[in-house]
């Protein structure tokens, strides 16, 4: 057990519906990042905070996409007017900032559209 | 551009049979690299870390070595076992104030009785 914890575990949604993903990080980690990885291939970044600021969101997906984390604790990832082609693993990973730090990656939310 | 390569994609071998997987990057300026084991629906767990100036690390029955000059890096597994079925991913880290983390695809390892 890596000590980051992902809900759901599995979402199953209508195309068009929105979701949430929430990620719990590892308590004393002051840097979450959100993943996405697709069948057979690698996690494929999307952003990451430092506590409660967002420092990169550049490679979001699209404006569909967006994350928080208001207090700079638990993180949530909204996908809004989902599509077919959003249907993927959502992994969460946290770190500390300084140092090669390890990052610690949740069981990931395993996300289908149909 | 940052990338981070590993071949084979995937890789069937028999039980107790030992491979090696290889990761390529050109991610710089360099500060680490790590291989990570994905089993099948789980998230990525760590294996081991190398950096700049270190050339082998084992782990148990996991040893990784690392060429900075060449930026290449191989993981190889002793005495396979059906466990070590998963996906290994190189994962390298760059040495910015972002620090990003660069993925490799990963190689798809299948031991089999």
């Known amino acids: 057990d890596t000590g980051v914890s992902q809900n759901p575990r599995h979402k199953i949604t209508k195309r068009g519906q929105n979701v949430t993903f929430r990620c719990d990080p590892i308590s004393e980690h002051n840097r979450l990042y959100w993943y996405r990885q697709t069948l057979g291939q690698g996690p494929e970044f999307l952003t990451y905070?430092?506590?409660?600021?967002?420092?990169?969101k550049s490679r979001l997906l699209s404006d569909r996409f967006s994350a928080e984390r208001p207090k700079g604790s638990f993180s949530t990832l909204e996908i809004q007017r989902t599509e077919q082609g959003d249907s993927a693993m959502y992994l969460c990973?946290?770190?500390?900032?300084?140092?090669?730090?390890?990052?610690?990656f949740g069981q990931g939310t395993r996300l289908t559209v149909v | 551009k940052n990338q981070v390569e590993q071949s084979p994609q995937s890789l069937i071998i028999l039980e107790g049979k030992n491979c090696t997987l290889q990761?390529?990057?050109?991610?710089?300026?360099?500060?680490?690299l790590r291989w990570y084991k994905q089993d099948t629906g789980r998230g990525p767990v760590s294996l081991t870390i190398m950096t700049f100036s270190e050339n082998t690390k084992s782990n148990g029955r996991y040893t990784a070595t690392l060429d900075a000059d060449t930026k290449q890096s191989s993981l190889h597994i002793t005495a396979s076992q059906l466990s070590d079925s998963a996906s290994y991913i190189c994962?390298?880290?760059?040495?910015?104030?972002?620090?990003?983390?660069?993925f490799g695809t990963g190689t798809r390892l299948t031991v089999i009785p």
């Open positions: 990761c390529n990057y050109t991610v710089s300026p360099f500060s680490n």
């Open positions: 990973a946290s770190s500390l900032a300084e140092g090669d730090t390890e990052a610690f």
């Open positions: 994962v390298v880290r760059e040495q910015t104030g972002a620090n990003n983390l660069f």
């Open positions: 905070f430092q506590n409660e600021a967002q420092l990169e």
